[in-house]
């Protein structure tokens, strides 16, 4: 079984939730990691995510970071929430 890692940035424009996490976070840049592994006996390569983790500012410390294992459905409706967001 083979695994990878995608690291991406993600941009909110208004301070956000993510369902489970119980704080907001201010809006921002923020790396997401997504780990996945290879589906294996195939005649063509697939890959399963297995796990996503976003970077954040950690509760009560200035300038340190945490990473949080998250849901990508819970990510996307954030994404999908500041998108729709009137107030720029």
């Excluded at 489970?20 to 921002?28: D, K, L, S, T, Y």
Aim: charged share 25%; hydrophobic share 40%.
């Amino acid at each position: 079984m083979t695994i990878r890692s995608r690291r991406e940035t993600v941009h909110f424009k208004h301070p956000f939730r993510i369902r489970g996490i119980e704080r907001v976070f201010p809006a921002g840049s923020y790396e997401v990691v997504t780990d996945e592994e290879s589906i294996e006996g195939l005649t063509f390569s697939a890959y399963r995510r297995i796990a996503t983790m976003v970077t954040v500012p950690a509760e009560g410390s200035c300038g340190a970071t945490e990473m949080l294992s998250i849901g990508s459905i819970d990510l996307a409706n954030a994404q999908a929430a500041d998108a729709s967001t009137a107030h720029d």
